[in-house]
């Protein structure tokens, strides 16, 4: 018998919904090939929902989605209801109950994209943002004071854990061992003078741990400059939820197009499913046109079946989605393309085979 994996999916909102479908119908496509099934549950959480019932998801929704394998999400968030409201509300929910720790962002200037970084090519953008997912500056510790007057006050405090800390630099250090074997770390230990120096240490200690790689750090400020002025510098970059979120979203810009950047959320120990989730959200501005990159999501989906040890279907799909690149036919226009979401996923679908 065929292995069958269990997949959630949650479309969500905005272009989530025009995105996640087609990467589905790209796992059936290579599934077919690799000898394996899917079997999907699909969940309408979303921002209408919470319209309609005041919630993103039911409250038991983590232990809903628990017994998947993995979970495949597009996005969330929409106007007429707050981004914190979406976020808390569901993503962050999940994140942190499932213990999704590692945020794995992979940075690649793929073949027949042209990164807007002039004369940089596949060789010299291939990195991948390793952003801590569940504690750091998203912390709900704070709170509002003197609401409306002029004292108004709001304060927020960041959490950093030796646990939460040492795990993820852990994660970065070996997936360098998988690649090129170089780590830096995103910090602001001048400005920020508890949690920063602490994340400083931790790094050193990690990398006492992993003699074998070549460790580095970098303040915040100028290591976005090196992203675009020296992107070949870069193997692994670790950073916290916050830091981590930034370059995760500059990592893609300087690679062509936030339409392209894939995500894991990932529990490394496998006690939960892990989740996938394109970096990009929602995109109001032009969800309903039809024009979404539906890129990011496919190549996501190759993410979850890498970790489902489905590595050579994994490769079928990205290999795909490259050869779909290759001409302005068949990419979307924020790749200067000509074609819309649907011309694109059948031009990667055509490619896989
Ligand atoms: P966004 O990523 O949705 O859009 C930023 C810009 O990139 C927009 O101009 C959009 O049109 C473009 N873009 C994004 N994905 C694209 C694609 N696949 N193809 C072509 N163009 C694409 O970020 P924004 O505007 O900051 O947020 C919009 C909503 O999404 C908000 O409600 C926000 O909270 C939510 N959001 C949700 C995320 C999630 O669920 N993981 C992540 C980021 C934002
Ligand atoms: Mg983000």
Redesign the pocket.
């Known amino acids: 018998m065929a292995k069958t994996y269990r997949i959630a999916s949650i479309p ?5 919904r025009e ?1 996640i479908p087609v990467g589905q119908r790209a796992i059936e496509a290579v599934a077919a090939r690799h000898g394996f099934g899917v079997a999907w549950t699909e969940f309408d959480w979303s ?1 209408e929902r919470y319209a309609e019932t005041g919630r993103m998801m039911p409250e038991d929704g983590v232990a809903q989605v628990k017994g998947h394998d993995a979970i495949y ?7 007429g ?1 707050a ?1 914190h409201v ?2 808390w509300g ?2 962050i929910p999940l994140r942190r109950e499932l213990d999704l720790y590692a945020n794995v962002r992979p940075v690649r200037l793929l073949r027949g994209v042209t990164s807007p970084l002039a004369g940089r090519g596949p060789e010299d953008i291939d990195f991948v943002v390793v952003r801590e997912n569940v504690e750091g500056e998203y912390s709900e510790i704070g709170g509002r004071l003197y609401h409306g007057t002029d004292q108004e006050t709001a304060s927020q405090l960041s959490v950093f854990t030796r646990r939460g800390t040492d795990r993820i630099m852990d994660y970065a250090f070996e997936l360098a061992k998988t690649r090129r074997g170089k780590v830096a770390s995103a910090t602001k230990s001048n400005g920020i003078v508890h949690t920063m120096p602490f994340w400083d240490e931790r790094f050193a200690a990690a990398q006492a741990r992993h003699p074998e790689v070549t460790g580095a750090q970098f303040h915040i400020d100028i290591l976005t400059a090196h992203f675009v002025l020296h992107p070949d510098w870069f193997d692994v970059v670790v950073g916290s939820n916050l830091f981590g979120d930034i370059l995760s ?1 500059l990592g893609p810009a300087v690679a062509g ?4 950047a894939p ?1 894991a959320n990932l529990n490394p120990e496998r006690m939960f499913p892990s989740l996938f ?10 969800a309903g046109q039809g ?7 496919v190549w996501t989906a190759a993410m979850m079946l890498d970790h489902l040890g489905e590595a050579e279907a994994a490769r079928a799909l990205i290999a795909a989605v490259e050869t779909s690149l290759e001409r302005p036919e068949t990419r ?3 790749l200067g393309g000509t074609a819309d979401t649907l011309s694109a996923a059948a031009a990667i679908l055509e490619a896989v085979g």
């Open positions: 969500g909102d905005g272009i989530g995105v921002c999400l597009g996005a969330v968030g929409y106007p209801v981004d979406s976020l569901l993503l979203d197009s936030i339409g392209i995500a989730e394109p970096v990009h959200g929602s995109a109001p501005d032009i024009i979404a990159n539906p890129v990011a999501a979307t226009r924020d």
